[in-house]
C-alpha cells in the first residue's frame, strides 16, 4: 500500500501543468474551421500530396479539439510549444479521487527531428519518468489496436497510412499528406462513432430493427419520405427502454447514431460488430431504397442526423466544427455555402446535446415522441443565403468572425431555443 501511495504522489498532482478545460473560445473555433477548410481536398494539386505547416497554437488547438471528443476526457486540457526542431506537448486530465477531492494526471512528452520523421525522445507522467522500453511498448500496441480496429478507427489508420513524412523546423510541424477527396467527408461521417462501446451494441440493434420496419412500412408507396415518419417511434421506444436519467442518455445517443447510419447509408454493422445470429452481409445493406427529407430536401435530413450524432457522441464542439467547415469547402465548390444546411447543423446539434444531458434527456425523450411536425424541432430554413461561393459569401457576410455573419447565427439558434421540443 505504501508503494502504491508514494506512487501516487510522483504521478498525479494537486494542480494542472496546463489550466483551462480545453474548450476553445468563438474566434479558436473559427480559426480551427478555416484550418480544416484550408486544407480540404480542393486545394489538391498534381499527384494529391498535400503540404501541412501548423505552428504550436494550431497544434494546441486543434489537439483540444481531439480531447474534448472523447469521452471521459472533456475537461482535459493540452498546449504544445516548438522550438527549431524540437516540440514540448502538455497534458492535464482531472481525475475526482472520492474524499481526495480532484487531483490531475500531468502527461508532458518531448519530441526532436531525426532522420526523415518527428520522434519522441521523452515522456513523462507527472514526476515520473517513463522508460522508453514502455513508450515503445505503447506505440505498437496502438498500432496494433488500430490495424485491428473497425471502421471508426479505421479513418485514423487512414490518415497514418498516407502521413509520407513529418518534420520540425522553423518553429513549426510540416507534414506531407497523400489527401483524398472522400476524407474531409468519411471524417465527419465516421466522428459520430468515436464513442460507440460493446454495452451499447444491444441498444443499438433494437433501433435498428425499428428503423427498418418503419423504412418497410414506408416504401411501400414513398421513395422519399420524412425523416419526422422515423423520429416520433423510436423516441417512444426511447422512453420505454429508459428507466433512469442514464438509460435515457445512452437510449438516446445510440437512437442518434443509428439512424444517422440509416440516412447516410452505411452499414450497422459498423456499430454492432460481429453478430452469430445475423447472416453475412445482412446488416451491411438498406432493407429499402427508402430516402430521408427534411422539408423535402434529402440533404438537410444527412445535415440535421450527422450533427445530431456528432454531439451526442463526441461532442457539440467538435459537431459545429465539422458541420461549419464543410460549409466553407461547399463554398469553393458547386454546391455552394448554404445557411439551410447550417440550421439543420444547429438543430442537429441542439437535438443530440440535449439528448445526452442528465436534467433534458427524459423530458427531450417524450416530448420527441409527441412530436407534430418537422418544425417541433428545427425551423424552416431561410432560402435568401444559400448556394453561396466563396466571394459571394464574402461580400454578404466578410468571413465568419464578422458580426453580420454571427447575427445571422445568433438568429439561427434563437429560432431553435424557442421550438416546441426544448419550451414548455
Given amino acids: 500500500m505504501a508503494?502504491?501511495?508514494?506512487?501516487?504522489?510522483?504521478?498525479?498532482?494537486?494542480?494542472?501543468?496546463?489550466?483551462?478545460?480545453?474548450?476553445?473560445?468563438e474566434a479558436e473555433r473559427r480559426e480551427v474551421e478555416q484550418l480544416i477548410a484550408d486544407y480540404s481536398p480542393n486545394r489538391l494539386r498534381g499527384s494529391g500530396e498535400q503540404q501541412l505547416t501548423l505552428n504550436a497554437h494550431e497544434l494546441t488547438m486543434l489537439g483540444n479539439v481531439l480531447l474534448n471528443?472523447?469521452?471521459?476526457?472533456?475537461?482535459?486540457a493540452m498546449k504544445v510549444a516548438i522550438s527549431g526542431a524540437t516540440a514540448d506537448g502538455e497534458i492535464s486530465i482531472p481525475q475526482t479521487l472520492g474524499p481526495f477531492g480532484t487531483v490531475y494526471l500531468n502527461l508532458s512528452a518531448s519530441f526532436a527531428q531525426q532522420g526523415d520523421s518527428v520522434q519522441l525522445t521523452s515522456l513523462r507522467a507527472g514526476r515520473l519518468p517513463i522508460p522508453r522500453y514502455f513508450t515503445n511498448a505503447a506505440q505498437a500496441w496502438l498500432a496494433s489496436r488500430l490495424q485491428a480496429a473497425g471502421t471508426p478507427r479505421e479513418e485514423l489508420l487512414v490518415l497514418r497510412r498516407n502521413l509520407d513524412n513529418t518534420a520540425l523546423a522553423n518553429d513549426e510541424l510540416q507534414l506531407?499528406?497523400?489527401?483524398?477527396?472522400?476524407?474531409?467527408?468519411?471524417?465527419?461521417?465516421?466522428?459520430?462513432?468515436?464513442a460507440i462501446s460493446a454495452e451499447d451494441r444491444e441498444r443499438v440493434r433494437a433501433y435498428y430493427q425499428e428503423i427498418v420496419r418503419i423504412a418497410e412500412q414506408q416504401a411501400v408507396d414513398n421513395r422519399f419520405v420524412s425523416l419526422h415518419r422515423f423520429l416520433p417511434s423510436l423516441f417512444t421506444l426511447a422512453v420505454e427502454r429508459s428507466d433512469s436519467a442514464d438509460d435515457a442518455i445512452a437510449e438516446n445517443r445510440a437512437l442518434l447514431l443509428t439512424l444517422s447510419m440509416f440516412t447516410n447509408e452505411l452499414p450497422v454493422s459498423d456499430l454492432l460488430g460481429p453478430q452469430p445470429d445475423i447472416q453475412p452481409g445482412e446488416a451491411d445493406t438498406r432493407a429499402t431504397d427508402l430516402r430521408t427529407m427534411m422539408f423535402y430536401r434529402h440533404d438537410l435530413s444527412l445535415h440535421f442526423t450527422t450533427a445530431?450524432?456528432?454531439?451526442?457522441?463526441?461532442?457539440?464542439?467538435?459537431?459545429?466544427?465539422?458541420?461549419?467547415?464543410?460549409?466553407?469547402?461547399?463554398?469553393?465548390?458547386?454546391?455552394?455555402?448554404?445557411?439551410?444546411?447550417?440550421?439543420?447543423?444547429?438543430?442537429?446539434?441542439?437535438?443530440?446535446?440535449?439528448?445526452t444531458q442528465p436534467e433534458s434527456a427524459q423530458q427531450l425523450q417524450r416530448r420527441m415522441a409527441a412530436a407534430q411536425a418537422e418544425t417541433d424541432y428545427m425551423p424552416t430554413p431561410r432560402t435568401d443565403a444559400d448556394g453561396m461561393t466563396e466571394e459571394?459569401?464574402?461580400?454578404r457576410f466578410v468571413d465568419r468572425s464578422s458580426d453580420v455573419y454571427n447575427s445571422r447565427l445568433s438568429d439561427i439558434n434563437e429560432l431553435i431555443a424557442a421550438l416546441p421540443v426544448y419550451t414548455d
Fill in 3 to 25: 508503494c502504491l501511495l508514494g506512487l501516487g504522489t510522483l504521478i498525479l498532482s494537486t494542480s494542472p501543468n496546463v489550466t483551462g478545460n480545453g474548450s476553445l473560445n
Fill in 69 to 76: 471528443s472523447v469521452p471521459g476526457l472533456q475537461p482535459a
Fill in 308 to 355: 445530431a450524432a456528432i454531439a451526442a457522441s463526441a461532442g457539440v464542439d467538435l459537431a459545429d466544427i465539422l458541420g461549419t467547415a464543410k460549409e466553407v469547402y461547399d463554398s469553393r465548390q458547386r454546391s455552394g455555402f448554404s445557411f439551410s444546411d447550417l440550421t439543420a447543423n444547429l438543430s442537429g446539434m441542439a437535438l443530440g446535446e440535449a439528448a
Fill in 392 to 395: 459571394e459569401f464574402a461580400q
Fill in 176 to 194: 506531407r499528406l497523400q489527401w483524398n477527396e472522400q476524407t474531409l467527408e468519411r471524417l465527419r461521417s465516421q466522428a459520430r462513432q468515436w
